[in-house]
């Protein structure tokens, strides 16, 4: 592809890209395809010939966007959003363009130091305190994983990295069931093991852990010769909002010694609003927090901002300093690659100081006021239709529900059933949890060009369709 060959394409690519942001309300949300019908139709192997871009377009019209599900989507209210704000997108196609491997400091010193800069902003807005500085992350996994690495390393002296983990203390790691999955994964991956994530016991509208029984399985660990570690706490949890009590948690955290990363990969961004800020009360005492921009701020995924209040800890944990990664003959630069897990890292502050400067932090607090507001104004609403059943209460814009059977034994399966024919409507998209082992079905507004009218369809479509089942 030569030069004036790539100018068209993405114009063509652009052109494409915006309007399909605008037909999207006329697209079901989720795709309607079965399970191997878009590979059916891919060639087996790559052509052996170049081929043209024409046909390849078309193709990807053809083929890939009818088996895509539309995360854009403005009644997209599954799992958490992904959003991708059209500055966002902009700000992507710059970076994609200028394809910079951003691992140190003179690889691209603007990257690096753009970086700095929002996230400061964002530490500002979110009215954490000043000692807190942070890194960009992929995701909150990564986040996660790099938290879990030094609680490791901490608690065993710095010792982990060097000598491994045979013959170390066996280390405890304390969370509730409320906590995300990347919570057991970073558990795997860093060599502490599954056994040795305890859960807290939870209690309460919020499903907090009770910090009477982290503290007693903090003591029985120690008495038992664990070297308890860490804890992760949690704001905002994936299933149904679940948000420990973080400052009980900090006080018991700091009685004992032990780290505190607090995960608050959705419900993080609510925080720029300050009337939602008593959910994380005390995360100033935080070791390390987590949060997604990409999730409900309006960053392009992926986008996680992680928060540090000791960076040395963290570089000390992960920072490998190889000849060919010096930077020589400059003094207090920062190479992010050393805060990190993978060395490669993409230009990803741009497009969080696009989005930032174009809507601005009220712009932006405006939009999540309403998906809370909106959320909330739903669950009065189906709690007020006959069979219907708000089983917990919206965290901010995330609430679960049910419908019930005729007859009670089937109410896991007629829920599943509504689930599904909601879903093959494609008028919304809902996913489902399991609440004291009952299924439920998951409802969170946080796309971020959904309107009030997107919220009437929703409660339209769940009682249109519960009442022709």
Request: overall charge negative; hydrophobic content about 40%; some cysteine.
């Amino acid at each position: 592809m030569d030069g004036e060959e790539f100018r068209k394409w993405s114009r063509a690519a652009a052109e494409w890209g915006a309007d399909y942001r605008q037909t999207l309300r006329e697209r079901p949300v989720r795709a309607q395809t079965r399970p191997g019908e878009i590979a059916a139709l891919i060639e087996p192997a790559a052509p052996e010939n170049p081929q043209p871009m024409e046909a390849i377009f078309e193709d990807f019209e053809k083929i890939i966007v009818p088996g895509m599900t539309h995360w854009q989507h403005p009644r997209f209210f599954a799992y958490f959003p992904a959003n991708a704000a059209p500055v966002s997108v902009v700000a992507e196609y710059l970076v994609s363009a200028m394809a910079a491997q951003c691992m140190l400091w003179q690889t691209s010193p603007a990257a690096t130091e753009l970086e700095t800069k929002v996230i400061d902003w964002l530490r500002q807005a979110l009215g954490l305190p000043d000692g807190f500085s942070g890194v960009i992350q992929d995701s909150a996994s990564s986040a996660t994983l790099s938290a879990v690495l030094t609680m490791r390393e901490r608690a065993l002296e710095w010792q982990g990295n060097r000598q491994g983990l045979s013959g170390q203390p066996r280390l405890r790691i304390y969370s509730t069931d409320q906590v995300h999955t990347s919570i057991d994964r970073a558990i795997w991956v860093s060599g502490i093991g599954e056994e040795n994530l305890v859960r807290i016991a939870t209690g309460g509208r919020w499903h907090s852990m009770k910090p009477e029984a982290l503290e007693a399985a903090i003591e029985a660990d120690r008495a038992a010769g664990y070297c308890p570690a860490g804890v992760i706490a949690c704001v905002g949890g994936t299933s149904v909002g679940g948000c420990d009590d973080v400052e009980a948690i900090a006080a018991t955290a700091r009685k004992h010694g032990l780290y505190l990363h607090v995960d608050a990969a959705w419900a993080g961004s609510a925080m720029i609003c300050p009337e939602f800020r008593h959910f994380w009360s005390g995360v100033e005492e935080a070791d390390s927090i987590v949060f997604n921009p990409h999730k409900w701020l309006g960053a392009q995924f992926d986008c996680s901002v992680h928060f540090v209040r000791d960076p040395e800890s963290l570089v000390k944990t992960l920072a490998i300093r190889p000849e060919f990664l010096k930077t020589h003959g400059h003094d207090g630069i920062v190479n992010y690659s050393e805060w990190t897990v993978p060395l490669g890292r993409r230009f990803r502050a741009l497009k969080l100081w696009f989005l930032l400067r174009a809507h601005g932090l009220e712009g932006l607090r405006a939009m999540i006021r309403n998906h809370v507001a909106w959320s909330e104004a739903l669950a009065s609403r189906l709690a007020s239709q006959p069979g219907f059943e708000i089983v917990t209460e919206p965290m901010l814009s995330l609430f679960s529900f049910r419908h019930q059977a005729r007859d009670e034994r089937e109410n896991d399966a007629h829920n599943l059933r509504l689930l599904e024919a909601i879903n093959d409507d494609g008028r919304i998209y809902l996913t489902q949890t399991r609440v004291e082992g009952k299924v439920v079905i998951r409802f969170q507004a946080g796309q971020f060009e959904t309107r009030r009218e997107d919220i009437d369809t929703a409660f339209e479509a769940i009682t249109g369709i519960a009442a022709g089942l």
